[in-house]
C-alpha cells in the first residue's frame, strides 16, 4: 500500500475519530444536564417565543431520551393573546424530540419529531377562512401574536412550513363552521408530515355531537399558498353516521326525515378545493321518513357511486 493512500486512511479515522469523540461527549453532557433543564426554563420560553412568534408560558420543563435522541416535555403550556381574551390555546403535555447528529452539524437545535398531548384550542371567535387567507403584517420573530387571528397565521407557519412531521394526541378543537355553526372536533390521534408544499396525515377524530365517532381520515394534499387553496386526494371512513345532527328543523320539515344512519368509504379528489371526482363505497344503512302521513323506509346492504362534477352546456 502506498504511503499516499496510507494518509488518506489516518486522516479518514482520525476525522472519524474526533467526530465520535464528539458526540459521546455530547451525549454525556445531555445525560447529565437533560434532567436539569427546568433550572433553565427561562431561556426555554425566550427560545420557543422567538421560533414561534408566540407569548409562550410554561409550568414545568423535563428532560429525557428517546429513540436514542434527547427530547424535552414541557408540562402546562400556554399561550397569551391580550387581543383575544376568548381564543384559548393550551398543550397538557409538548414532548419536542432533536435530532442529535444534525443538532451538532448545523450548531444549532433541529427537531426530529414533534407530540402535541391534551391540546385545548379555542377559536369559535376567529374567521378561519379570513385568518388562513390573510398575510401576517409583522414578521412572526419580531412581532407575538396577540390575536386570534395572527395565532392561526403563526400555527400554519409552524405547522406547515417549519415543522417535517409532528402528530396530535387526545386534543379538542373548538371552531365555527362555515354555516356558522359551533363545532367541537376531538382528535384522538393524527399523524402529519410536510413535505414543502406537499402535506400527509393520517389519524382517527370525531365530531362532538354528531353522532361521528372514530372517523378515520387520510389526506395527501398540496397546499396552493394557505389550506383554503389545495389540490389531492383525501379519504374517509364513516360508521354509523347519524344523519339528524346534520339537518336543521326547516330541511327535516321539508323532507319529512326522521332519521337514517350511513355508513360508508369515501374518496375525494380536489382540484384547487373543489371537487373534481368522489368515489362513495356505501356500507349498510338507513333512512326513515315520512310524507302525507305515509312512512317510508329505505336500507341499502352495499352501494358505489361515482360522482362527477356537473357541467353546463350553453344552447
Request: proline share 4%; aromatic share 6%.
Given at each position: 500500500m502506498s504511503p499516499r493512500v496510507n494518509q488518506i486512511i489516518r486522516l479518514f479515522l482520525w476525522l472519524l475519530l474526533t467526530v465520535l469523540v464528539l458526540l459521546a461527549s455530547t451525549v454525556t453532557v445531555l445525560r447529565v444536564g437533560l434532567p436539569q433543564?427546568?433550572?433553565?426554563?427561562?431561556?426555554?420560553?425566550?427560545?420557543?417565543?422567538?421560533?414561534?412568534?408566540?407569548?409562550?408560558?410554561?409550568?414545568?420543563?423535563?428532560?429525557?431520551?428517546?429513540?436514542?435522541?434527547?427530547?424535552i416535555s414541557l408540562q402546562g403550556v400556554s399561550v397569551g393573546l391580550p387581543d383575544s381574551p376568548e381564543t384559548q390555546f393550551d398543550v397538557t403535555n409538548l414532548e419536542l424530540e432533536f435530532d442529535l447528529v444534525q443538532t451538532v452539524l448545523q450548531r444549532q437545535p433541529v427537531l426530529a419529531d414533534m407530540v402535541i398531548?391534551?391540546?385545548?384550542?379555542?377559536?369559535?371567535?376567529?374567521?378561519?377562512?379570513?385568518?388562513?387567507?390573510?398575510?401576517?403584517?409583522?414578521?412572526?420573530?419580531n412581532v407575538p401574536a396577540k390575536s386570534g387571528e395572527q395565532l392561526i397565521q403563526r400555527l400554519d407557519n409552524l405547522l406547515?412550513?417549519?415543522?417535517?412531521?409532528?402528530?396530535?394526541?387526545?386534543?379538542?378543537?373548538?371552531?365555527?363552521?362555515?354555516?356558522?355553526?359551533?363545532?367541537?372536533?376531538d382528535i384522538e390521534n393524527l399523524q402529519w408530515r410536510n413535505e414543502k408544499r406537499r402535506h400527509l396525515a393520517q389519524g382517527v377524530v370525531s365530531i362532538a355531537d354528531a353522532n361521528l365517532n372514530a372517523l378515520e381520515v387520510r389526506a395527501d394534499f398540496?397546499?396552493?399558498?394557505?389550506?383554503?387553496?389545495?389540490?389531492?386526494d383525501f379519504y374517509v371512513t364513516v360508521d354509523e353516521m347519524s344523519l339528524s345532527p346534520w339537518l336543521s328543523d326547516e330541511q327535516k320539515q321539508q323532507?319529512?326525515?326522521?332519521?337514517?344512519?350511513?355508513?360508508?368509504?369515501?374518496?375525494?379528489?380536489?382540484?384547487?378545493?373543489?371537487?373534481?371526482?368522489?368515489?362513495?363505497?356505501?356500507?349498510?344503512?338507513?333512512?326513515?321518513?315520512?310524507?302525507d302521513n305515509q312512512q317510508h323506509d329505505l336500507i341499502v346492504e352495499s352501494a358505489v357511486l361515482h360522482l362527477l362534477p356537473s357541467t353546463s352546456v350553453g344552447s
Amino acid at each position: 500500500m502506498s504511503p499516499r493512500v496510507n494518509q488518506i486512511i489516518r486522516l479518514f479515522l482520525w476525522l472519524l475519530l474526533t467526530v465520535l469523540v464528539l458526540l459521546a461527549s455530547t451525549v454525556t453532557v445531555l445525560r447529565v444536564g437533560l434532567p436539569q433543564l427546568n433550572k433553565v426554563q427561562p431561556e426555554i420560553v425566550t427560545w420557543i417565543n422567538q421560533g414561534t412568534g408566540l407569548n409562550v408560558s410554561l409550568k414545568d420543563v423535563r428532560g429525557f431520551w428517546r429513540n436514542t435522541h434527547p427530547s424535552i416535555s414541557l408540562q402546562g403550556v400556554s399561550v397569551g393573546l391580550p387581543d383575544s381574551p376568548e381564543t384559548q390555546f393550551d398543550v397538557t403535555n409538548l414532548e419536542l424530540e432533536f435530532d442529535l447528529v444534525q443538532t451538532v452539524l448545523q450548531r444549532q437545535p433541529v427537531l426530529a419529531d414533534m407530540v402535541i398531548n391534551g391540546m385545548t384550542l379555542d377559536v369559535r371567535s376567529v374567521d378561519l377562512l379570513k385568518a388562513a387567507e390573510s398575510e401576517p403584517s409583522e414578521p412572526a420573530a419580531n412581532v407575538p401574536a396577540k390575536s386570534g387571528e395572527q395565532l392561526i397565521q403563526r400555527l400554519d407557519n409552524l405547522l406547515l412550513r417549519q415543522l417535517d412531521r409532528f402528530t396530535v394526541e387526545k386534543s379538542t378543537l373548538f371552531y365555527t363552521s362555515i354555516s356558522g355553526e359551533e363545532r367541537q372536533l376531538d382528535i384522538e390521534n393524527l399523524q402529519w408530515r410536510n413535505e414543502k408544499r406537499r402535506h400527509l396525515a393520517q389519524g382517527v377524530v370525531s365530531i362532538a355531537d354528531a353522532n361521528l365517532n372514530a372517523l378515520e381520515v387520510r389526506a395527501d394534499f398540496v397546499d396552493n399558498g394557505s389550506l383554503t387553496s389545495v389540490t389531492g386526494d383525501f379519504y374517509v371512513t364513516v360508521d354509523e353516521m347519524s344523519l339528524s345532527p346534520w339537518l336543521s328543523d326547516e330541511q327535516k320539515q321539508q323532507t319529512g326525515i326522521q332519521s337514517g344512519s350511513v355508513s360508508l368509504r369515501a374518496w375525494l379528489e380536489l382540484d384547487n378545493s373543489k371537487a373534481k371526482e368522489v368515489y362513495l363505497d356505501v356500507l349498510p344503512s338507513e333512512l326513515s321518513w315520512k310524507r302525507d302521513n305515509q312512512q317510508h323506509d329505505l336500507i341499502v346492504e352495499s352501494a358505489v357511486l361515482h360522482l362527477l362534477p356537473s357541467t353546463s352546456v350553453g344552447s
